[in-house]
């Protein structure tokens, strides 16, 4: 791992006495995050992980007798055949790691210190920081989730059962999968910000995204409720291509509010890391 001068790091326009824009401070936070060779490394091996789990389940897919085998029914969408579910739990528990890495490594160098010297607007760099993380794993989200897609069909066209990017319920499927990774990302930043501490941040990152739902069933309502508040449980049911909800899943998620809690997760927790970074000493 390579590390970041703190000449380097401070915008250009704090260092000759002005205040720095925000522009500034994004491009300060995107040469920190450029420098580290381990980020391109972990994102590299969990694309090529998850990637590959979709064509080993396209591949175990191609095995079962299933609508479309036969040429004489169209090919049906199996979403988490494109999307398998324990290959993106893993990106989910990556992408949070290295979330959690970019705000609990500012205070375990020190560069927390320079940071807040540079920008006295302390909430301005958490945002930056936030912009630049959620615009790097929006990109290797997309591509990842692209991948998988594609992948998937090209092994299931060999049996004929592929679908293209215009068959019902993909570009939502496409669209959720590729926001679930940054989502992940910003979570685990804004509990980095919150906890400063590498071991407690990435429990709770883990506990967050991916223990927390097994808690909570969907056999009665209120459980259900708390289920459905979370990143994977919105994320499952944007992926599934139901029409009417059927009679025995009465409380599933539904489309609406599983976009809600898209949006609610990021400036649930980005709020409260803001105040407090503000508020505490370094």
């Known amino acids: 791992m390579t ?20 522009a500034d401070l994004i491009r300060s936070e995107w040469i920190k995050m450029r420098s580290l060779r381990s980020t391109w490394w972990t994102i590299a091996l969990v694309a090529l992980f998850v990637i590959g789990s979709a064509a080993v389940a396209a591949i175990a897919d191609n095995n079962l007798t299933s609508p479309g085998r036969d ?62 993380t959620a615009g790097l794993w929006t990109a290797v989200g997309a591509l990842i ?20 990017l215009t068959h019902p319920g993909v570009l939502r499927a496409l669209v959720a999968s590729a926001l679930l990774t940054p989502l ?28 927390l739902p097994t808690l909570f069933s969907t056999s009665t309502r209120w459980s259900a409720t708390v289920n459905h508040s979370t990143l994977l449980a919105a994320w499952k049911r944007l992926v599934q291509n139901w029409g009417p909800t059927p009679d025995d899943l009465a409380f599933m998620p539904t489309v609406p509010g599983s976009w809600l809690v898209y949006a609610l997760w990021p400036l649930i927790g980005l709020t409260p890391a803001v105040v407090l970074v503000r508020r505490r000493d370094v």
């Open 71 to 132: 040429g004489q029914e169209p090919p049906v969408f199996r979403p988490f055949t494109a999307f398998p579910t324990a290959g993106y739990m893993t990106l989910m528990l990556v992408a949070g790691a290295m979330g959690a890495l970019g705000a609990v490594s500012e205070y375990s160098n020190g560069m927390i210190r320079t940071t807040t010297v540079a920008v006295p607007a302390r909430g301005a760099a958490v945002l930056a920081k936030a912009v630049t």
């Open 145 to 164: 989730s692209l991948g998988s897609f594609l992948t998937a069909q090209a092994v299931l066209s060999t049996e004929q059962a592929g679908v293209p």
């Open 3 to 22: 590390t970041v001068s703190r000449s380097t790091a401070i915008p250009s326009s704090a260092r000759i006495g002005h205040p720095p824009r925000f």
């Open 184 to 211: 992940c990302a910003l979570i685990g930043l804004a509990l980095g910000f919150l906890l400063r501490h590498g071991a407690a941040t990435m429990i709770a990152s883990t506990f967050v995204l991916l223990i």
